[in-house]
């Protein structure tokens, strides 16, 4: 059955094409598109900007002389973001587009520029702020324990750290704990960052077989060490395929860039569930009314239930053992680069014995293929 696209779609495959970050074939395999579909959509972008700011274009009859204002309006912003974006896309690293942004000499706002240039605004306000270095090591030692041994609190994680020979109270342990966004998941009174205003959804995936790709779809965050400070990342993975739909890094743990990753990754595809713990990112209106809009059901992890949101929790001992222990980050756009290529890795390379040694793009694509065909 042939396929239709919507122009959005069109616009989407077409500018990611002219950017040139991706080769075609890659662009191909990520939107499963034919190759030459790409070109053609490329093409006809090209030939047709010049129309957009044509004579013809602006003679169209227009009743009300309201939405004519406001039609010439979305030509000349559409006109300066292409100036803008043309002069800046030779630029592909995260530092290199941080500095494109022009705060002041723009007529496009910081938030706009971010946008057009795929970085968030936290990695454009980032500022390196220097940490003690004694509790950078002690941080490192707590990560490495708590991604071992995630059921160990504040007072275990005390215990271990003074046989490894540290000098430290509980209270300081706790506090760089809650910096971390680390919480031990046993039960207990307080086990997440919840937000009492906020509405908890039920836990839904309990003795439900998960035997499809977009059937669950999970999300959670983990902490990232730097060399001065740390960040936090953030990932949408569907669990049957273990396929990395999309990830964000931020400086701070609020609900946009968790948000922001949710958005990403509904422009891919869309699940039947969407699981996550109840932290106050994921309980936020803000990333709730997405899942709403989209009508997606909403799940979420139970209190100090380890098991619950278990394949995200895989994915992070995984990415910390393979990537994050074996690498000092010197800042934050070194992290994001080699986080980058590391889910580029694991989501093209790395095979999974889950799998019968097949990679999550695969495994993912493939059977989305076949659900599609049965739909």
């Known amino acids: ?24 074939a890659e662009l ?8 030459n579909q790409i070109r053609q959509w490329k093409k006809s972008m090209l030939v047709g900007l010049p129309d957009i700011f044509s004579d013809k274009r602006k003679k169209k009859v227009v009743k009300d002389e309201d939405e004519k204002a406001k039609l010439y309006e979305q ?14 896309l030779t630029s592909s690293s995260v530092e290199e587009k941080r500095n494109m942004i022009e705060p002041n000499k723009s007529k496009l706002s910081v938030s706009r520029q971010c946008e057009l240039l795929e970085i968030s605004r936290s990695a454009y306000y980032y500022k390196s702020q220097a940490e003690n270095k004694q509790d950078f090591e002690i941080k490192k030692v707590i990560d490495n324990l708590f991604i071992k041994h995630p059921f160990k609190g504040s007072r275990t ?8 020979g540290f000098k430290i109270g509980r209270h300081k342990v706790r506090r760089l704990m809650r910096e971390m966004g680390l919480q031990a998941i046993y039960p207990k009174k307080r086990f997440t960052a919840k937000n009492q205003e906020h509405k908890v959804y039920p836990y839904l995936l309990r003795d439900m077989e998960i035997d499809k790709v977009d059937q669950v ?23 049957y ?46 990333f709730t009314e997405v899942l709403k809009e989209n009508r997606i059901w909403i799940s979420m992890s139970g209190k100090g239930r380890a098991f619950d949101n278990i394949m995200i929790e895989r994915l992070w001992r995984t990415v910390k053992y393979e990537e994050v222990y074996l690498t000092e980050y010197k800042n934050y756009f070194a992290a994001y680069d080699a986080l980058d290529k590391y889910f580029e890795y694991y989501n093209n390379e790395r095979r999974h014995s889950s799998l019968s040694k097949r990679t999550p793009r695969e495994v993912y694509f493939s059977e989305r293929g076949k659900s599609n ?3």
């Open 373 to 375: 065909d049965a739909a």
């Open 1 to 24: 059955m042939r396929k239709s696209f919507t122009a959005d779609f069109k616009a989407k495959v077409a500018l990611q094409a002219f950017k040139g970050d991706r080769s075609v």
């Open 217 to 239: 779809w999970v999300s959670d965050i983990t902490y990232i060490p730097l060399r001065h400070g740390n960040a936090y990342l953030t990932a949408v993975m569907d669990w």
């Open 241 to 286: 395929s273990r396929y990395v739909i999309s990830w964000e890094l931020s400086m701070v743990m609020d609900s946009s860039f968790c948000v922001s990753a949710l958005k990403n990754a509904l422009e891919e595809s869309k699940p039947l569930i969407f699981n996550t713990d109840q932290g106050s990112q994921y309980t936020s209106n803000d």
């Open 28 to 35: 191909a395999a990520k939107f499963e598109v034919h190759p």
């Open 157 to 164: 994680i005390t215990e271990d750290l003074r046989r490894f």
């Open 75 to 88: 030509i000349g912003r559409l006109k300066i973001e292409n100036d803008w974006l043309k002069k800046n």
